[in-house]
């Protein structure tokens, strides 16, 4: 089996980022010059996934305008003569298939994907955070497809965090898989933002995922966990019961840009690394007394 499918849940209300976030998604916060969102669409089409569905609520639309045709733009950028920033807006509604179904209450991660049962089917498919921007050299979830075509099993995506954070993640249990050297754990379980005297191991979930179509029963029965939500730590629990889930430790920098100061971080290192801005900006910071 391949992976086709990604989920991108996107129907948060972006507390943790307001009040930018008040009247308009945090997926189209601009890391640079390109919202979330699309950092996250370009890891999917670069790991091959060709039809991607994303879960909405209310506010959403700038979302949806995004990855559409702007035609009005298209011709006034023609106009203008302005052809790179043209053929970069076409790439962006050419990327990939996208449909968008709606969640009409932010009942948790796991509702959210429930939400998009319909369109998966019964195939394996791909879910990926938009909060959470992994810059590596091969795409995270490129690499969890590579893993996944041994394992035919789910995979979480896994990096190790302080202590002071762990309470802010899902956590694994597990143990080093025999054979696959030492980036991948077979999971004996999975807790969701437990207290961090509590916290099985240092080993955060982070917001890639693969799993088995399975899934979709066990969210239908899964009760609201913590913050009341219907947590998809709590369905991958239940499926660990019914058949093997792994953690996989993907080689990158992982960006927590759902939070002010990861933000910050994520905007100072890709502009660094970026040909048109990196050495003025690495300038400009240098000129900084600080
Ligand atoms: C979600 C998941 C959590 C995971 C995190 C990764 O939490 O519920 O298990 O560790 O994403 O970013 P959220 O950050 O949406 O509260």
Redesign the pocket.
Known sequence: MQIRKAVFPAAGLGTRFLPATKAQPKEMLPLVDKPLIQYVMEEAVGAGISNITIVTGRGKNAIEDHFDVSYELEQLLERRGKDDLLKEIRRISNMVNVSYVRQKEALG?GHAILVAKHSIGNEPFAVM?G??IIDSEIPCMKQMMDLFEKLQASIIATCEVPASEISQ??VIRGYPLEGFGNRVYRVQDVV?KPPAAEAPSNL????RYILTPEIFPILEKTRSGSGGEI???DGIRLLLEQQPVYAYMFEGTRYDA?DKLGFLKATVEFTLKRQDLGEPFRQYLKSLSL
């Open positions: 991660l955070l909060d959470d993640y899902g969701e955060a979930i982070i917001g947590q998809l730590t759902g």
